[in-house]
């Protein structure tokens, strides 16, 4: 599987708060890295600032209506006690959205996937898109709850294609 992206853009675009802010329309992720014990990692997303708080922690800021995939993987000495993986897009400040842990204010969840099979399988599903030449940020809303309602329910997701993908973006040209 490809490596986690958290690259850095923009430097001092946004004021440093350190919080999400649901009037400013930002979303904020609070990330940690502490090897073999707790791992909060961005799969994909674009994010607007990127803050390093220090060793271990990070801030990365997303405007409103950016897509993100949110991983959340814990452990102890027996083994694995957590696996998550959220595809979240962030929401403007009158939206409605759902908490989230580490996810400041929120956001509307497009995927929400527990236990490493079905992680697993929804990383491997972001590996086709991107094979594809496709920006996962970019895909469908509507193909990730179609991917979460079919994981969930112990089937496989239906391919997401070039075709569909065209689809997608002649619709949503449409509404703007």
């Known amino acids: 599987m490809r490596a986690a992206i958290a690259s850095a853009q923009a430097p001092g675009a946004l004021p440093p708060s350190?919080?999400?802010?649901?009037?400013?329309?930002?979303?904020?992720?609070?990330?940690?890295?502490?090897?073999?014990?707790?791992?909060?990692?961005i799969r994909f997303g674009a994010p607007i600032l990127d803050q390093?708080?220090?060793?271990?922690r990070r801030l990365l800021s997303f405007a409103a209506g950016s897509v993100f995939a949110f991983?959340?993987?814990?452990?102890?000495?027996?083994?694995?006690?957590?696996?998550r993986l959220?595809?979240?897009r962030a929401v403007a400040p009158s939206e409605a959205y759902s908490t989230l842990p580490c996810v400041s204010p929120g956001g509307e969840l497009l995927?929400?996937?527990?236990?490493w099979p079905k992680v697993r399988t929804c990383l491997l599903l972001i590996d086709a898109i991107e094979d594809l030449g496709v920006d996962p940020c970019a895909v469908a809303p509507d193909y990730w709850r179609h991917a979460?309602?079919?994981?969930i329910a112990g089937c496989t997701p239906r391919a997401y294609s070039l075709a569909r993908h065209r689809a997608w973006l002649l619709r949503r040209s449409l509404k703007a």
């Open 71 to 83: 991983v959340r993987w814990a452990s102890n000495d027996y083994g694995t006690l957590l696996s």
């Open 111 to 115: 995927l929400h996937l527990g236990g």
């Open 52 to 56: 390093v708080l220090d060793r271990r």
């Open 86 to 88: 959220d595809i979240v």
């Open 148 to 151: 979460h309602n079919r994981l």
């Open 18 to 41: 350190g919080q999400g802010s649901a009037g400013a329309g930002i979303t904020t992720v609070e990330l940690t890295w502490v090897e073999q014990a707790t791992e909060r990692w």
